[in-house]
Each structure stands twice: as structure tokens, then as C-alpha cells.
């Protein structure tokens, strides 16, 4: 079996009492099946500190941004530009809009939104999106901005199957994380259903959102099976099946040759 994690924080995990080092983390994850993974950046400081603690690895690729919960500070548009071009960034983000936490930068945040996807769209690489209560001013901005150029994934879903639709009519894929696996995630359960194979990604947002029966503990990339096996129950398939579709989907997504996570 392969799984990827599609998007973890490696520069969030506890390495002074849980992991010795990225080696330690990765290596756990192997022994659960789980080995690729893309490595998320939420500043531009810290998407260079990532690369840095995470170094050139067959089996970790990166995402270059500045999260919607990042937007106190302004960023220079040219320098998001040149980093997301380098080599081993195959996705812009996380970007995307949460008026949860701060509604006050708002109109901040529909900017560096509309960046991200312009800039994926001139480097043919898809965007990672995250929203939270934004729903409708986040599926105008893809549209506007013809996120369908370079397309993307709405990772760590917490939105319903009406949400899932109009997303999937952008081409868009569909990632979801251990909050899949909590008890009152019903609804959340329905769109994961609802969501054809083909359109799956799972992932960890670790060091956030450990699966059941891990919850309240720090979250890590071998987790990600745990998300999978939950997954594969609720589409009515094996485990094998849902890790093959949901590494094609990767691989597709994402623009990297099978044959690269396949040797990883």
C-alpha cells in the first residue's frame, strides 16, 4: 500500500519530545504506509525555514503562500512569485479566506487570495485553499480568478455536499482530514460520500486534527492511515483502493510522475 499525506506542517511537529528529527517523523509514517508528502508553508519566513529543517528529499515536495490567518503583515507579491517558482514547490498556498478569526482583514486576505491563484495560474500550479466561514466569497474569487487554469484542492473540508458540488464543477479536488473521523461530523461524513473517488485527497494538517481515537494528541503524518481506513468505510471500498485513487489524485493534481512517488 502507499499513501501521501497531501498537506502536513513538518516544521509544526514537537521535535524536542516526540520526534528526534524529520528522519523520526517520516520513518513512522513509512511503518503505517505512508510515503510522500507535501510539506505546507503558511509565510514566506517560514516556508524558507521549512525547506531548510526538511532538505532535498525524493519523498517531501513543498507549497509556497501565506495563510489567510497570516495577513497582519504585508508580504511582497514578487517574492511569493520567485519562491513558488523554485524547484520542489509544486503548490501555491495555503491561501484561501477565514472570517472565523479575523474578519478585520478581510479585504487583505480576497487580495492575497486572487495573487495566489493569478501566480498559480502563470506557473501551472495548483492552489491549496483553505476557508472558513467565507464559503461564498471564496467560490466567487475561484471563479473570478479562473482557478480552472490552474486548478486546486479545498484541504481539510468541513463544508457540506452542496459546497463539494459547486466545487467539484471548478475541477476542483476535495481533501479531508481526521476531522472526518469526529463524532459530530455527521454532515461532513455526507459530503465525504458524496465526493467521487476520483476527486479524493486525505490528509493530516498535522501538527492539527488528530484522527479518532488520537484526538487531543499532537497530530503526525503516519496518521493520515488512520484517516484513509475511515475513508475507505465510508465509500464502501478496501483500504488498497482508496490509497491507489487517492495517490492518482495526487500525482495527477499536483503535476509529479507516478513513477517519482512510486521510487520514493
Not at 32 to 58: C, I, S
Not at 72 to 93: I, N, Q, T
Not at 138 to 163: N, P, Q, Y
Not at 187 to 200: G, I, N, S, T
Amino acid at each position: 500500500m502507499f499513501l501521501v499525506d497531501s498537506h502536513c506542517h513538518l516544521d509544526g511537529l514537537n521535535y524536542e519530545t516526540l520526534h528526534k528529527d524529520v528522519d523520526d517523523v517520516l520513518a513512522k509514517a513509512a511503518a503505517r504506509d505512508v510515503k510522500f508528502f507535501l510539506a505546507v508553508a503558511t509565510t514566506l519566513p517560514g516556508y524558507r525555514a521549512m525547506r531548510e529543517l526538511v532538505g532535498e528529499r525524493n519523498n517531501v515536495v513543498f507549497s509556497c503562500g501565506v495563510h489567510p490567518l497570516n495577513q497582519d503583515e504585508e508580504y511582497e507579491v514578487e517574492m511569493l512569485r520567485a519562491l513558488a517558482a523554485e524547484p520542489g514547490v509544486v503548490a501555491m498556498g495555503e491561501t484561501g479566506l477565514d472570517y472565523f478569526y479575523t474578519p478585520e482583514t478581510k479585504a487583505r486576505q480576497q487580495a492575497s487570495f486572487r495573487n495566489h491563484i493569478r501566480i498559480g495560474r502563470e506557473l501551472n500550479k495548483p492552489v491549496i485553499v483553505h476557508t472558513r466561514d467565507a464559503r461564498e466569497d471564496t467560490l466567487a474569487i475561484l471563479r473570478e480568478e479562473k482557478v480552472m487554469d490552474c486548478s486546486g484542492v479545498l484541504h481539510c473540508f468541513t463544508e457540506d455536499r452542496e459546497t463539494a458540488g459547486k466545487l467539484l464543477d471548478l475541477g476542483f479536488y476535495i481533501s479531508f482530514s481526521g476531522i472526518v473521523t469526529f463524532r459530530n461530523a455527521e454532515q461532513l461524513r455526507e459530503a465525504a460520500r458524496y465526493v467521487p473517488l476520483d476527486r479524493l485527497l486525505v490528509e493530516t494538517d498535522s501538527p492539527y486534527l488528530a484522527p479518532v481515537p488520537h484526538r487531543g494528541k499532537e497530530n503526525q503524518p503516519a496518521l493520515v492511515r488512520d484517516v484513509a481506513e475511515y475513508m475507505a468505510v465510508l465509500k464502501g471500498v478496501s483500504v488498497d483502493e482508496l490509497a491507489q485513487a487517492t495517490t492518482q489524485n495526487f500525482s495527477k493534481l499536483f503535476h509529479i510522475d507516478a513513477a517519482r512517488l512510486h521510487s520514493a
